[in-house]
Structure formats: structure tokens, C-alpha cells
């Protein structure tokens, strides 16, 4: 189980000490990510005050991880539930490391544990994106299948609405050693996503809002 050591539990307590609300922030290796700059309530005055008593860890300020954690938010708000126990993988890539720095504060939200043993968890969180997704629906056009969603049951998936190329921006732009691994590549899917991304702005989350469009307009016939 990935549980709040003890100075991670004097960290937190130290936050809402001086009046941050730590379920705006994630806390992972020497570092905090603010989720929510708003709802944190981390000032300048508190990232100073804080800097005072913990001079080796660095607060980020990322816009774009705001966005990332933004779009999480609303994806899962109707996917996990209080005291779910949420398998991550166990590797160093860029959308492992995210989900659990994302992942990180519903521990204090909802009191959920994060595990890399997957006999003790009741859910997964599954590391497939935005771009995996759009891949996926255009391949089932191009064999000529139904085009639909499939959710695997117990699954949780943060990244639904997270473009691959933010997660690398993002974790390019922090000291986080990752890998990446190598994913199979389906030349037809990719090329016909590219050209389709010259004509149509955001053309990924296009496809998928047309697919759940299509999947709720079955459902209800």
C-alpha cells in the first residue's frame, strides 16, 4: 500500500497549519504540485512561511498541471467512492507518474489508498489518454465494428481527457526521472488522426464526445 509516511503526515499537518487546504495539493517525492491555486489558498506569504520550515521542498506552480488536474477532477468525480483501495502500475513512465501525483489528494478527499499490488485493490486505474482512446474508435471505423465505448468494470480512467502531449510538457517541465515505454503503433490509426488534426482543432476530443453522443443516444432508443 502507498500510504502517507510519517514526514509526509507532518508535511500535510504543517499545510493546514498555516491555512492551505491540502486536498488542492498533491505531495509527491520532494515536491508540491498545486491542483487548484484558488481552492488551495497557497500564497506566496504561505509558500514563504512554509519554505521557512521545509527549505528542501519546492512548491510547483504549473498552469498546465492546473488544466491536467481540472479535467481529472471532472472524469472521476463519479468514479471512485470513499475508501476505494486504486491500483497503479508500478513503472517510471510519464502517465503512471501522473496518475499518482494526481491521484495523490483523494487520499484526503475521499480517504482512498493508492497500491501497486493488484490482489489489494478493488479498482484500477487505467493509464490510457485521450489519444489511446480516439486510436482505439478509429481503428473499430477502419474494421468496419460497431463504434462505441468500452469501459473495463472496476476501472477508473483519469487520463480520459488528457492529450499525451501534455502529460510529456508537464513532466518534462519537473526534476521527475521517468521512461518512456515503447507503445505499439498502428501507422493507419496515427496517419488518419494527423491529417484529421489539420482540419478540426481538438480533433481527439471531438471523437470521443461523438462516440458518447452515439452510445447515449442507443441507449435510450
Known amino acids: 500500500m502507498i500510504n ?3 514526514n509526509e503526515r507532518k508535511i500535510i499537518k504543517t499545510l493546514n497549519k498555516i491555512g492551505v487546504d491540502t486536498r488542492y495539493i498533491s505531495l509527491y517525492g520532494n515536491s508540491i ?32 498541471f492546473q488544466k491536467i488536474c481540472v479535467k481529472v477532477s471532472r472524469t472521476i468525480k463519479n468514479q471512485i467512492k470513499p475508501r476505494d483501495v486504486i491500483y497503479i ?22 480517504g482512498i489508498t493508492l497500491t501497486t499490488d493488484r490482489t489489494q485493490a478493488n479498482k484500477i486505474a487505467s493509464t490510457k489518454c485521450i489519444n489511446d482512446f480516439a486510436s482505439d474508435y478509429i481503428n473499430l471505423m477502419i474494421s468496419g465494428d460497431k463504434i462505441t465505448s468500452y469501459f473495463n468494470e472496476n476501472t477508473i480512467y483519469p487520463l480520459l481527457h488528457i492529450d499525451y502531449a501534455w502529460i510529456l510538457d508537464w513532466i518534462d517541465s519537473t526534476s521527475i526521472n521517468y521512461k518512456i515505454k515503447e507503445k505499439t503503433q498502428n501507422d493507419v490509426s496515427d496517419e488518419i488522426i494527423a491529417f484529421l488534426e489539420t482540419k478540426i482543432p481538438n480533433v481527439s476530443e471531438s471523437i470521443i464526445q461523438s462516440v458518447t453522443y452515439l452510445d447515449e443516444n442507443a441507449l435510450n432508443k
Open 33 to 64: 504540485y498545486i491542483n487548484n491555486l484558488k481552492f488551495s489558498k497557497f500564497s506566496r506569504k504561505k509558500e514563504e512561511d512554509f519554505g521557512k520550515l521545509y527549505p528542501n521542498i519546492s512548491v510547483v506552480r504549473s498552469k498546465l
Open 89 to 110: 502500475e508500478d513503472e517510471i513512465t510519464p502517465d503512471a507518474i501522473l496518475l499518482n501525483v494526481v491521484l495523490e489528494p483523494y487520499r484526503r478527499k475521499y
Open 4 to 6: 502517507m509516511n510519517e
